[in-house]
T-cell receptor, first 113, second 112 residues
């Protein structure tokens, strides 16, 4: 069983489109995260949710909107996609709110053309 | 906020040799320091971590050391194998304990 699973694994779309990435964890963790990895491999946190409540919202354009229907799911919706949004997006989860012993999904490679 | 610097950015070693990756952090209140390994096309995987009340931790060929006074910590891999080739990230959780910040990563190549 995959602990943290993301769909889709690859996403190619045109500028201006709206897209969503889904994430599910079966570890029973309370906190879930979205990280962005750019072309230089730098990993930066975007959002975190604890029990469906937003607790971290980094300086991310408001075209990015996370949604957590329950504590096992955290989806990322992106409006009006831009070329600069091209990156790998990772979902992660952990027991506590801090990110200790965080488990990561396999990533979604988003390419905006 | 917390800032983590990681060196070197790339590291090539011969199979069987040791590899050392170093990180420094800025927040003196940081208390948790993980190391992640990321293989090509996969997500980061936690390989070892250390908390601020411990100076060293080992797990088989992997060890992490922490110097709180100097605010730096290091990953040591002994008897490197080709399958150790990957990108390694250090991390730190700072004062407010709610955000894991990563270093820029080190590409480790183990030559056989």
């Amino acid at each position: 069983d995959t602990a943290v699973s993301q769909t889709p694994k690859y996403l190619v779309t045109q500028m201006g489109n709206d897209k969503s990435i889904k994430c599910e964890q079966n570890l029973g963790h309370d906190t879930m995260y979205w990280y962005k990895q750019d072309s230089k491999k730098f990993l930066k946190i975007m959002f975190s949710y604890n029990n469906k409540e937003l607790i971290i919202n980094e300086t991310v354009p408001n075209r990015f909107s996370p949604k957590s229907p329950d504590k096992a799911h955290l989806n990322l919706h992106i409006n009006s996609l831009e070329l600069g949004d091209s990156a790998v997006y990772f979902c992660a989860s952990s027991h506590g709110t801090g990110g200790t012993e965080a488990f990561f999904g396999q990533g979604t490679r988003l390419t905006v053309v | 906020g917390e800032n983590v610097e990681q060196h070197p950015s790339t590291l090539s070693v011969q199979e069987g040799d040791s590899a050392v990756i170093k990180c420094t952090y800025s927040d003196s209140a940081s208390n948790y320091f993980p190391w992640y390994k990321q293989e090509l096309g996969k997500g980061p995987q936690l390989i070892i971590d250390i908390r601020s009340n411990v100076g060293e931790k080992k797990d088989q060929r992997i060890a992490v050391t922490l110097n709180k006074t100097a605010k730096h910590f290091s990953l040591h891999i002994t008897e490197t194998q080709p399958e150790d080739s990957a990108v390694y990230f250090c991390g730190s959780i700072g004062e407010y304990g709610n955000k894991l910040v990563f270093g820029a990563g080190t590409i480790l190549r183990v030559k056989s």
